[in-house]
């Protein structure tokens, strides 16, 4: 590579949808460093960003080779950094925090930095579960317990046994947790040799998809100190980037990562990866905080709500309305960067196209109307 900014590795491991490492490809080309990303399937929403500079090809996260394929990338080039930007990516490459995605592990250690966790359950089978079905206490949220690969399905808030069905499939082990009602916060920043360096608080307005879902309207608020203390204990033996997730007093998920709306911390004027690379390089970094009172959106959950209020028949109008209304708010910076919408477009078209084919007849046979 010629000389010029740091070059980091945005190592995603998945189908390429991941908007984690749109975010850190975006984010790392703001603070002026080089971008490359993994490639594991053929539409990457990060390697058609504008601020990517290279796509490296691999297999998927879990994969046998995906590793290996990393390893040769990083020992070939000089890369600064190698950021995961999925919990499959973390574990294939053994990366700082590793311990941290299993949930079952994050709740001992987070109730012994003094944070409150749900009670959970773990299933180490499918068949467990099923057959706990019965004596659960619903609602409830199921989860893993650990995801080793990029296609793990996500938590689904069940409200009966009979909602258990659809993991039947799936593969173990399980987290079964109570479903604690309350609006969802974060808590996002960088850890340095024991020492929380950098922190941005956020609510999550709404989630797409509802419940159990990321969060496609945010907004910065004040800073919780006692919570910032807490997550400095859990995260001693941890350097790098992280987003704590929470409903009420309760932390529900760790990434010890990049993360989905990391450009809402940008537009706080707290850059994670500008701060964690020159961590790295040994430049001075002075204490950051996030302001209060930026918005962020991701637009594709916030159409999704808006087509969900449709389809439930609730005027869409008004609520339109009201989201043009809070965008006078101050709003995370708009990125000229449209060429990950693009490839989102061309993902849907063809996941489209795919059902389509699906449910044709083949085998020569015809349909007929009769009249």
Known sequence: ?????PWVLVADGGSGQNRSAVAAVRALGLAGYRAAVTVSGRYSLAASSRFCGRAVPTPLAGHEGFASAVQAETAARPYLATLPASDAAILALSAPGQELVDKSVLA???????????????????????????????????????????????????????????????????????????????????????RLVAAVHQRHLRLWPPVCGDACAALTTAPDLDLEEKLERLL??????????????????????????????????VNPVRAYCSLLT????????????????????????????????????????????????????????????????????????????ETEPRGGASTSISR
């Open 108 to 194: 001992r250690r987070a109730a012994g930095a003094g944070l409150s966790v749900p009670s959970s359950q773990r299933f180490e089978r499918t068949e467990d579960l099923l057959a706990a079905a019965r004596q659960l206490d619903y609602p409830c949220v199921v989860k893993a317990a650990v995801k080793p690969s990029a296609s793990q399905r996500p938590a689904r808030h069940v409200t009966g046994p009979e909602g258990l069905a659809v993991l039947r499939d799936a593969s173990g082990p399980f987290i079964v947790q109570p479903f604690v009602p309350g609006e969802m916060h974060s808590t996002a920043g960088v850890m340095w040799r024991g």
């Open 282 to 357: 040994g430049a001075p970094v002075p204490w950051l905080r996030g302001r209060e009172g930026v918005r962020y959106r991701w637009w594709e959950g916030e159409l999704r709500h808006l087509m969900r209020h449709r389809r439930r028949g609730r005027p869409i109008l008004a609520t339109g309305l009201d989201e043009l209304r809070a965008m006078r708010a101050p709003s995370a910076r708009p990125t000229l960067d449209p060429g990950p919408a693009w490839t989102r477009l061309r993902f849907a078209l063809s996941r489209g196209r795919q059902r389509l084919s």
């Open 1 to 5: 590579m010629a000389t010029g900014p």
């Open 236 to 269: 001693a033996d941890y350097d790098g980037i992280f987003q704590a997730e929470f409903v009420g007093p309760y932390l529900l998920d760790l990434n010890p990562r990049v993360y989905g709306s990391m450009l809402l911390a940008v537009s706080a004027g």
